[in-house]
T-cell receptor, first 113, second 115 residues
Framework: AQSVAQPEDQVNVAEGNPLTVKCTYS??????LFWYVQYPNRGLQFLLK??????LVKGSYGFEAEFNKSQTSFHLKKPSALVSDSALYFC???????????FGTGTRLQVFP | DADVTQTPRNRITKTGKRIMLECSQT?????MYWYRQDPGLGLRLIYY???????NKGEISDGYSVSRQAQAKFSLSLESAIPNQTALYFC??????????????FGPGTRLTVL
């Protein structure tokens, strides 16, 4: 069965420090991988995606993610966190040939001043 | 994303009532989706539609029905609401033919409370 795991319910980081939000997946075949962010009282906003090619993907707001096929991971990273990055982050996977996203349970990122 | 709107944004109703949540989009996308979000469970797919004549069940369709009235409109109905349908509901769209294919665009959500 296809699944996505976000092992951390919450990640706390000080402003200016690097941040990592973890995501691992289990799918058959080659996946499409996504990160979305949800700010309070807002819908999900697309951050970045991996489809093919370079394993390091750059997205919105200075975020990037690295696709690691051997570890089946797609961790979200940012070199220097901002307080405004505080939000709920979702990893999602879609297998080729389907149009359905499977979401992780979300990780709340809290950036402290 | 302002191109995907949902009405109402908040709704409180009673057990047994029929409820309709509406989604409209101006993106011109053929594909539309309904998800529900529950704390600790992420988003789960309820129904999806590839075009006006193509509607498919997602992983948790029991207790829900949908109607695709036009390319731009996709409604979700709860025929007889029950308390465990209390959740945040999201509509989303995608366009498989565009340069940003594979990406889904979400509305702002509808918070539904069933008493």
């Amino acid at each position: 069965a296809q699944s996505v795991a976000q092992p951390e319910d919450q990640v706390n980081v000080a402003e200016g420090n690097p941040l990592t939000v973890k995501c691992t997946y289990s799918v058959s075949g080659n996946p499409y991988l996504f990160w979305y962010v949800q700010y309070p009282n807002r819908g999900l906003q697309f951050l970045l995606k991996y489809i093919t090619g370079d394993n390091l993907v750059k997205g919105s707001y200075g975020f990037e993610a690295e696709f690691n096929k051997s570890q089946t991971s797609f961790h979200l990273k940012k070199p220097s966190a901002l307080v405004s990055d505080s939000a709920l982050y979702f990893c999602a996977v879609r297998t080729r040939g389907t149009d359905k996203l499977i979401f992780g349970t979300g990780t709340r990122l809290q950036v402290f001043p | 994303d302002a191109d995907v709107t949902q009405t109402p944004r908040n709704r409180i109703t009673k057990t047994g009532k029929r409820i309709m949540l509406e989604c409209s989009q101006t993106k011109g996308h053929d594909r539309m989706y309904w998800y529900r979000q529950d704390p600790g469970l992420g988003l789960r797919l309820i129904y999806y539609s590839f075009d006006v004549k193509d509607i498919n069940k997602g992983e948790i369709s029991d207790g829900y029905s949908v109607s695709r009235q036009a390319q731009a409109k996709f409604s979700l109905s709860l025929e007889s609401a029950i308390p465990n349908q209390t959740a945040l509901y999201f509509c989303a769209t995608s366009d498989p033919t565009s340069g940003r294919q594979h990406t889904q665009y979400f509305g702002p959500g509808t918070r539904l409370t069933v008493l």
